[in-house]
């Protein structure tokens, strides 16, 4: 599962360093498009500590960022930082969380959606857009993911 991850996590890399820009803000992930993400009969899915903490730091830096982007005073530089931050987490996530197979695929999900606003924010037009796209991946994975302490972002 690791090895698939890892695998995955480079094939996405890769293919964002070969697309043309205009193109990775215009489409989105045709995984992301027609997967869809669900709870476990009911219930939240589990995480274990690098996925809450990954996806803790994603949060917080999104946190950082939402208001001076709501008043248009991220510059395109800081979306690239931050797009880099997103991305670090991102790779902490994909390298160390272990989690069943079911809650993995569905963890997928969420991660194809901030993937794809990391790319919008990379982009050169639609970047707050793709910090859109960050903001509502994380509440998907608060609904659908039991990480004790999660509050959704406020934006």
């Known amino acids: 599962m690791l090895t698939t991850k890892l695998l995955m996590s480079g094939l996405v890399a890769f293919g964002l360093a070969l697309a043309p820009t205009g193109v990775i803000a215009a489409e989105p992930h045709s ?15 589990p995480t274990d500590e690098a996925l809450r903490r990954g996806m803790g730091e994603i949060r917080n830096a999104m946190a950082d960022a939402v208001p001076a982007i709501h008043r248009d005073k991220f510059s395109s530089g800081e979306f690239e930082k931050l797009a880099g931050r997103v991305q670090g987490q991102i790779d902490y996530v994909t390298a160390n969380c272990k989690l069943p197979e079911a809650a993995d695929h569905q963890l997928h999900v969420v991660l194809e959606q901030i993937l794809d606003g990391i790319a919008a924010m990379k982009a050169d037009k639609g970047r707050d857009q793709g910090a859109v796209k960050i903001v509502q991946a994380l509440d998907l ?10 509050k959704k972002l406020k934006h």
């Open 141 to 150: 994975y608060g609904a659908h993911f039991n990480h004790a302490g999660w």
């Open 31 to 45: 995984h992301a498009a027609t997967a869809k993400i669900s709870l476990d009969h009911g219930k939240k899915w």
